[in-house]
């Protein structure tokens, strides 16, 4: 039986949270999907991730950077490139699927939101299905099974501090 997790906020430490329940799972013999949506960029946590083969990385081969950025045909690639990510993830033999900042692609309809919401609902029964990202759809927290919602009190963002190399990313 799985169950759908949210996790949420504006604090940081949604994908960390993710990671979190991945190496735990990998731990069990579990196999996970980590699908990255909206991140292309080298990030420490891959490097990681490579070493366990009990989780499989799905992410857009290339790098579209932020979304106030993107062109329409951009929109458009990175749309096609989630629905084949969501698809590869649901057709696979996986204990769980996380998709990472997937509540922001569905925000932006950089997805086929009507099919992610179906596929969601179809596979929650046979495998843990984690959702993380900046706020979440009412439709999607009202399927949820768990929602954890992180909430930023202090961030060194503020201070003009940048994102560090195995902190932030």
């Known amino acids: 039986m799985g169950l759908l997790h949210i996790y949420c906020g504006d604090g940081k430490g949604k994908t960390t949270a993710s990671l979190g329940l991945a190496l735990r799972m990998a731990g069990a013999g579990m196999r996970v999907a980590f699908v990255q949506f909206m991140k292309g960029g080298e990030t420490?946590?891959?490097a990681s991730l490579a070493r366990l083969p009990e989780i499989t990385v799905m992410r857009c081969e290339r790098d579209y950077g932020f979304y106030g950025t993107l062109t329409e045909d951009e929109k458009r690639e990175l749309a096609n490139c989630h629905n084949d990510l969501l698809a590869r993830?649901?057709?696979?033999n996986f204990d769980a699927v996380i998709l990472d900042e997937f509540n922001i692609a569905y925000k932006y309809r950089l997805l086929d939101c009507e099919n992610a919401v179906r596929m969601i609902a179809d596979n929650r029964e046979r495998c843990e299905i984690v959702l993380t990202g900046r706020?979440?759809?009412?439709?999607?927290?009202d399927m949820a099974d768990y929602i954890s919602e992180?909430?930023?009190v202090r961030h060194p963002y503020k201070k003009g501090i940048q994102a560090r190399k195995g902190i932030e990313f």
Do not use: R, T
Not at 89 to 92: K, N, P, W
Not at 135 to 141: A, F, H, I, S, V
């Open 44 to 46: 420490a946590e891959l």
């Open 89 to 92: 993830a649901f057709s696979g």
């Open 135 to 141: 706020d979440p759809d009412e439709k999607l927290l």
């Open 150 to 152: 992180i909430k930023c």
